[in-house]
């Protein structure tokens, strides 16, 4: 049943029309925008934030759910920014507890010094330009011992372990192998990054609340998805709702430009042309296969070929998620994990483990996206700059701010930088920092098995502590919050086992949900997991109906356009494993 106070979903929109203005306004709500979002709702900002799909649906949707201070970007020489990862992934660790937790990783080393003397030929002279070769165990070893430096202020991870191959096969026995050597490092997992996302947001709103009785307009931090900015016009930006169809205009003293890979396209929009980014594409497929899940023992295994090529092979929600590949694409273009690229993926995994068989009926589910990366011409895509830059400009008299790159593990310092250059635009000081600022469910969050104990006895009330213990999973300390909007006995959903009814529903009334696809793909991971039917897709609209005000009319609508989105951009054909069609491919 819904509630009587239920949420208009387009609520926040309506928020932007009674008060069509702002001191910042930022277009893009990736995990970029967003945290830019909330450094600025903390410093006391007037800041609103739009999107023109679901927040979190584009690039940042597409990511390795890894946190990580990207161990091959010291062949590069981007010394500053492994170092800004390692201590941002650091910081995540201890912030973000519920969604980020130290992950294992092991590359398998089939030569000694390969890549000794290519590697400094690549950074110095030709600068990323030629094919990557296969990096040996000396090369590794020196990589790892400089990654274990920039770690060790932070404290949160244990240095990295050589071992030759018998040791390695004792404790990886599915391994290959011909392996000379193993080298084991740790950097993080995150296992929800949508979730970690939306934590973000939710904070950045919160943090912008008006006082009590005072209208919701009166708001200094509001957000909205499915808001398009079309152009710039009469001083402001010009916005299109893309669910109520019509435009309005909205003022800022300052426009950040976070689309990601978009950001040349939206400057075009707003009349201000850019040739700002040259993204690569990078795609992922989900396999339901208990052997190679058995096989990794919890580890993510990162390896590469002899041609310098990688794939990794991550154990994560009771699936294998391997990745990743890294080609030149056309952000115009839809990203769609391609068959050449799946044929990539399978043509390495032997490599690995060479005794087990992944076929395309594993595949549940495949995602892509396009990194936003900066321009580079003739370099190599794995060798193109994942730092990021922050480019000044006008629209009319409006200051405005494009971001070029940026990665997931850098989100926060990204933000930081982005917010104290528009701190200065606008004359204002920082109030607070955010370095050491919990995210969302992660305050309270317990983080050993007795705190664990204690948290489920003292909030799960009357429900059964494996249902509070799944939620605290999935929401962390916010959990408490879910569990109090749902019954002693909630209803638990046929098709999709571990949701119930009365959760979806939660999630419909407060996370900003519009469509079906923003609860499958970005509100929870029944998408990722695989096995969704028709009858999924039906029960789980059936279940948010009343929260949304759909009717069955809509609801079927709902049902359609997921079925077409998951096809269209997952390659998910309802009731059966493997990819659906694609009438083309493009060779990886």
Same mark, same amino acid.
């Given at each position: 049943?819904?509630?009587?106070?239920?949420?208009?979903?387009?609520?926040?929109?309506?928020?932007?029309?009674?008060?069509?203005?702002?001191?910042?306004?930022?277009?893009?709500?990736?995990?970029?925008?967003?945290?830019?979002?909330?450094?600025?709702?903390?410093?006391?900002?007037?800041?609103?934030?739009?999107?023109?799909?679901?927040?979190?649906?584009?690039?940042?949707?597409?990511?390795?759910?890894?946190?990580?201070?990207?161990?091959?970007?010291?062949?590069?020489?981007?010394? $500053?920014?492994?170092?800004?990862?390692?201590?941002?992934?650091?910081?995540?660790?201890?912030?973000?507890?519920?969604?980020?937790?130290?992950?294992?990783?092991?590359?398998?080393?089939?030569?000694?010094?390969?890549?000794?003397?290519?590697?400094?030929?690549?950074?110095?002279?030709?600068?990323?330009?030629?094919?990557?070769?296969?990096?040996?165990?000396?090369?590794?070893?020196?990589?790892?011992?400089?990654?274990?430096?920039?770690?060790?202020?932070?404290?949160?991870?244990?240095?990295?372990?050589?071992?030759?191959?018998?040791?390695?096969?004792?404790?990886?026995?599915?391994?290959?192998?011909?392996?000379?050597?193993?080298?084991?490092?740790?950097?993080?997992?995150?296992?929800?990054?949508?979730?970690?996302?939306?934590?973000?947001?939710?904070?950045?709103?919160?943090?912008?609340?008006?006082?009590?009785?005072?209208?919701?307009?009166?708001?200094?931090?509001?957000?909205?998805?499915?808001?398009?900015?079309?152009?710039?016009?009469?001083?402001?930006?010009?916005?299109?709702?893309?669910?109520?169809?019509?435009?309005?205009?909205?003022?800022?003293?300052?426009?950040?430009?976070?689309?990601?890979?978009?950001?040349?396209?939206?400057?075009?929009?707003?009349?201000?042309?850019?040739?700002?980014?040259?993204?690569?594409?990078?795609?992922?497929?989900?396999?339901?296969?208990?052997?190679?899940?058995?096989?990794?023992?919890?580890?993510?295994?990162?390896?590469?070929?002899?041609?310098?090529?990688?794939?990794?092979?991550?154990?994560?929600?009771?699936?294998?998620?391997?990745?990743?590949?890294?080609?030149?694409?056309?952000?115009?273009?839809?990203?769609?994990?391609?068959?050449?690229?799946?044929?990539?993926?399978?043509?390495?995994?032997?490599?690995?483990?060479?005794?087990?068989?992944?076929?395309?009926?594993?595949?549940?589910?495949?995602?892509?996206?396009?990194?936003?990366?900066?321009?580079?011409?003739?370099?190599?895509?794995?060798?193109?700059?994942?730092?990021?830059?922050?480019?000044?400009?006008?629209?009319?008299?409006?200051?405005?701010?494009?971001?070029?790159?940026?990665?997931?593990?850098?989100?926060?310092?990204?933000?930081?930088?982005?917010?104290?250059?528009?701190?200065?635009?606008?004359?204002?000081?920082?109030?607070?920092?955010?370095?050491?600022?919990?995210?969302?469910?992660?305050?309270?969050?317990?983080?050993?098995?007795?705190?664990?104990?204690?948290?489920?006895?003292?909030?799960?009330?009357?429900?059964?502590?494996?249902?509070?213990?799944?939620?605290?999973?999935?929401?962390?300390?916010?959990?408490?919050?879910?569990?109090?909007?749902?019954?002693?006995?909630?209803?638990?959903?046929?098709?999709?086992?571990?949701?119930?009814?009365?959760?979806?529903?939660?999630?419909?009334?407060?996370?900003?949900?519009?469509?079906?696809?923003?609860?499958?793909?970005?509100?929870?991971?029944?998408?990722?997991?695989?096995?969704?039917?028709?009858?999924?897709?039906?029960?789980?609209?059936?279940?948010?109906?009343?929260?949304?005000?759909?009717?069955?009319?809509?609801?079927?609508?709902?049902?359609?356009?997921?079925?077409?989105?998951?096809?269209?951009?997952? $390659?998910?054909?309802?009731?059966?494993?493997?990819?659906?069609?694609?009438?083309?491919?493009?060779?990886?």
């Amino acid at each position: 049943m819904a509630r009587q106070n239920s949420p208009d979903p387009r609520s926040a929109v309506a928020q932007l029309r009674a008060r069509p203005q702002a001191d910042v306004l930022i277009i893009g709500g990736g995990i970029n925008g967003i945290a830019t979002f909330r450094e600025l709702a903390l410093q006391g900002v007037d800041v609103a934030l739009i999107d023109r799909g679901d927040f979190v649906s584009g690039a940042s949707s597409a990511s390795s759910h890894m946190v990580h201070g990207g161990v091959r970007y010291l062949e590069n020489g981007e010394l $500053r920014l492994v170092k800004e990862a390692v201590q941002e992934r650091n910081r995540l660790l201890r912030n973000a507890p519920h969604y980020v937790a130290p992950l294992e990783t092991t590359i398998p080393i089939f030569k000694t010094f390969s890549g000794v003397l290519t590697a400094p030929f690549r950074l110095l002279v030709s600068h990323g330009r030629g094919q990557p070769r296969e990096r040996g165990a000396l090369l590794i070893k020196i990589g790892l011992m400089i990654y274990d430096t920039f770690s060790r202020g932070g404290g949160r991870v244990p240095r990295h372990r050589f071992h030759g191959r018998d040791r390695s096969l004792r404790a990886l026995p599915r391994l290959n192998p011909g392996i000379k050597y193993t080298a084991t490092y740790f950097d993080a997992s995150m296992h929800d990054p949508e979730r970690l996302a939306l934590d973000v947001l939710s904070d950045g709103i919160a943090a912008g609340k008006p006082r009590p009785g005072v209208s919701a307009e009166a708001a200094m931090a509001r957000a909205a998805n499915y808001v398009t900015a079309t152009g710039f016009a009469d001083g402001g930006v010009v916005l299109h709702d893309e669910d109520g169809g019509d435009d309005f205009t909205f003022t800022a003293r300052v426009v950040i430009n976070t689309s990601g890979p978009w950001t040349d396209h939206t400057n075009a929009a707003l009349g201000r042309p850019t040739q700002y980014m040259g993204g690569t594409k990078g795609s992922h497929i989900v396999v339901d296969h208990p052997e190679l899940l058995d096989a990794t023992a919890g580890r993510e295994m990162f390896f590469e070929h002899s041609d310098g090529r990688i794939v990794l092979i991550y154990p994560l929600k009771g699936r294998v998620m391997i990745g990743t590949t890294d080609l030149d694409a056309d952000p115009a273009e839809p990203s769609v994990c391609t068959d050449a690229e799946v044929d990539y993926f399978f043509d390495l995994i032997p490599h690995v483990f060479p005794s087990i068989t992944v076929r395309r009926e594993h595949i549940v589910y495949s995602f892509s996206g396009i990194r936003p990366l900066p321009k580079h011409d003739d370099t190599a895509p794995g060798f193109v700059s994942r730092d990021y830059r922050i480019e000044h400009g006008w629209l009319g008299g409006v200051r405005s701010l494009s971001l070029v790159g940026g990665k997931w593990t850098t989100f926060r310092a990204l933000a930081e930088h982005l917010g104290d250059e528009t701190l200065r635009l606008l004359g204002k000081r920082r109030k607070v920092s955010t370095r050491t600022t919990m995210i969302g469910g992660g305050a309270g969050f317990p983080q050993d098995r007795a705190s664990r104990k204690i948290w489920v006895a003292r909030h799960g009330g009357d429900h059964d502590p494996e249902l509070v213990s799944r939620l605290l999973d999935r929401y962390g300390s916010k959990a408490a919050e879910v569990l109090t909007a749902l019954p002693p006995s909630p209803q638990e959903l046929a098709s999709a086992p571990g949701y119930t009814v009365e959760e979806l529903a939660y999630l419909a009334h407060t996370e900003a949900v519009l469509h079906l696809d923003d609860l499958l793909l970005r509100r929870t991971s029944i998408a990722f997991v695989g096995g969704l039917t028709k009858a999924t897709l039906t029960e789980i609209a059936a279940a948010v109906a009343p929260e949304l005000g759909w009717t069955a009319a809509v609801q079927r609508a709902e049902v359609a356009r997921a079925t077409q989105i998951l096809r269209d951009a997952h $390659r998910v054909e309802l009731g059966s494993r493997g990819l659906a069609r694609l009438e083309e491919s493009t060779p990886p």
